[in-house]
């Protein structure tokens, strides 16, 4: 099964999530991504798992799910979105 993202590390420091994606580093501010990651303990932040297919982070223990390319600032057009004449 091809992953849509390789995510490499996930670590924190204080409320900067940084996040390393195919080779790429970002730093990524959690109180402007999730209230629930901004409030949980640095335990809670550390016990994560990444989506088998690549597409996100499940935090059990807050019961948190985020979106790389949310994280990321990906966009990918709706196929279904295309308008016909």
Not at 30 to 57: C, H
């Amino acid at each position: 099964m091809d992953r849509a993202h390789d995510v490499q590390r996930v670590t924190f420091s204080g409320t900067t999530m940084l996040l390393r994606v195919g080779g790429k580093e970002y730093r990524i501010d959690i109180t402007k991504e999730s209230d629930r990651l901004a409030k949980a303990t640095q335990k809670q932040r550390e016990n994560f798992e990444v989506s088998p297919a690549g597409y996100g982070i499940h935090w059990p223990d807050i019961d948190e799910d985020l979106s790389i390319d949310g994280l990321i600032g990906l966009k990918h057009p709706c196929p279904l979105a295309k308008t016909t004449v």
